[in-house]
């Protein structure tokens, strides 16, 4: 009789499987593709030079900034594209293995159901937010190339989005045990709207109150932890600590991951 | 329980929506013995297994496998499980899927690579080894599920329906590799609809009605002069 498997060795096995089989998917390739057009976008409209004229203005200081904001643009955009592509394919990808018999046969084996759970999620996300830190990457690059913006704000940001997708694929998994798949992302897709839609509300200074302010100062900062990673690019400072997104953004994907663990240790393989 | 159990139900039972599905089960299964798990459909059969493999925990009672918690990994070491609805992954191939399921038991890569030739080339599907598992027929498909479940030279040998889908070749083959396996010391339990498939490969039978235990133990025990376990299962399960 063979030795049990340590957890990591049954971990990297599953993430492997997980990682193999988001590949394969349709959606990452068509995502893929997506991205690679993006990108090309992005190419091109960060080729357009500024041309205005202010008289007893700084130009070059005034263009400078012009690229800053449409650099933090496009990492927000890309960003809210990754969480999406996230959420599309963590929202099946845990009751695919449920009713493939994937669970069934892996959880036949010495491997705990918390190994089980989070190699699907880290598996999946790991996938999405390749896609999304390539294209994150291309926009830096091109933000330091262009407009001489430094490296290290964008390589947090792009840790910062990584943190975030982490806790959407976690959230994404976890509402698929609880709903029918499209009903979880017309769910997932209200709350992101909502939650990036108060926070960018908090950027531009509307704080809001009760709920809303909660969730601009307390919410998962899923906009606001990457802008914050940024804020070395503008020359006037955010308002608040840019450390507090990125430790809301940590602490609720540490949230959604725990969630998901509880949940599914009690899920039972019936059918 | 008995530390000579394999697995043991102690007053376990399951409830769904108001349904009994599993009544106070008190069963074990000793360990080197090959037990028939016999029932008509709805008896409480498969859910008695999944308890046991902790697909699910029971709604009273305790159940014990390999003498742990059913929820707890070590439990799982040295099991092989065919389960009643086979479900494979259609784009993998059966190569494939038995090194992910080699891994997973801790085989060595080694050892692994010898395991998954032997137990293809047993169970006869060494032949469509990097084939999609999709387009493999329902009767390879089942050879295959035996190969995963002997996959390590398992200790304890769970076979939920093992006879769907294999024809009659198939079947005679799926006689061997149990026996077989009983031959080198393994526990088998087996959950079947086919009493002759159970008589010829068992030693022992639990019988279970509208999820109830009705009767187990011995084999022989169990039948009357002359009896076939057919008789005595219409006789215990309709009184």
């Known amino acids: 009789m063979s030795a049990p498997p340590g957890a990591a060795r049954a971990f990297g096995a599953l993430f492997a499987e997980t990682l193999r089989d988001a590949v394969r998917r349709r959606g990452l390739i068509a995502a893929a593709l997506a991205s690679l057009g993006a990108a090309l976008l ?200 840019p450390a507090w997104p990125q430790t809301r953004a940590l602490a609720w994907a540490a949230l959604f991951a725990l969630l998901l663990r509880v949940r599914f240790r009690r899920v039972e393989l019936l059918r | 329980m008995s530390d000579a159990a394999a697995i043991a139900w102690r007053d376990a039972s399951k409830r769904y929506a108001g349904r009994t599905a599993l009544d106070a089960l008190r069963l074990e299964i000793p360990r080197g013995s090959a037990c028939g798990l016999l029932g008509p459909n709805g008896a409480g059969k498969t859910t008695a297994l999944r308890l046991a493999l902790g697909f699910a925990p029971p709604s009273g009672g305790e159940v014990w496998l390999q003498g742990h918690a059913p929820a707890e990994p070590a439990a799982r ?28 038991i801790g085989l060595p890569r080694d050892e692994a690579t010898d395991a998954i030739r032997v137990a293809l080339e047993r169970t006869g599907v060494a032949d469509r080894a990097h084939q999609r598992i999709g387009e493999l027929s329902k009767g390879l498909r089942q050879r295959l599920g035996f190969a995963s479940a002997l996959l390590g030279a398992p ?14 070749l198939g079947l005679r083959d799926a006689r061997g590799w149990i026996e077989a396996e009983r031959a080198r010391g393994a526990t088998v339990l087996i959950s079947s609809h086919q009493l002759s498939e159970v008589e010829r490969s068992c030693d022992r039978v639990a019988i279970l009605d509208r999820g109830r235990l009705v009767a187990e133990g011995a084999l022989a025990a169990l039948l009357r002069p002359g009896e076939s376990l057919e ?7 309709r009184p």
């Open chain 1, 42 to 241: 992005v190419q091109r409209c960060g080729s357009c030079e500024t041309n205005v004229v202010l008289q007893g203005e700084d130009l070059a200081l005034r263009s400078g900034q012009l690229g800053a904001i449409g650099a933090l643009l496009g990492f927000g955009v890309v960003a809210l594209w990754t969480y999406a592509l996230t959420a599309l394919l963590a929202s099946d990808g845990l009751m695919t293995a449920i009713d493939d018999g994937t669970a069934e046969s892996t959880l036949a084996r010495p491997v705990s159901r918390d190994v089980f759970v989070a190699a699907r999620c880290v598996g999946l996300w790991s996938g999405c937010f390749a896609i999304g830190a390539a294209l994150l990457a291309l926009v830096a690059g091109l933000a330091a190339a262009r407009h001489g913006l430094s490296w290290a704000p964008a390589l947090h940001a792009i840790g910062a989005v990584g943190t975030a997708a982490l806790g959407v694929a976690a959230l994404a998994m976890w509402t698929s045990l609880h709903l029918p798949r499209v009903p979880t992302l017309l769910g997932l897709t209200s709350l992101g709207l909502a939650v990036c839609g108060i926070e960018l509300a908090a950027l531009f200074g509307a704080a809001g109150s009760g709920w809303v302010g909660a969730v601009a100062h307390l919410g998962p900062a899923w906009l606001s932890a990457p802008v914050a990673a940024l804020a070395p690019w503008l020359s006037d400072p955010l308002p608040g600590s």
């Open chain 2, 77 to 104: 070491v040295g099991l092989g499980f065919l389960p009643e609805r086979l479900r494979l992954p259609e784009h993998a191939t059966p190569e494939r899927w038995l090194t992910l399921h080699a891994r997973l």
């Open chain 2, 155 to 168: 200790s304890l040998l769970v076979l939920d329906e093992p006879a769907s889908g294999l024809d009659p």
């Open chain 2, 231 to 237: 008789d005595a299962f219409v006789r215990l399960v």
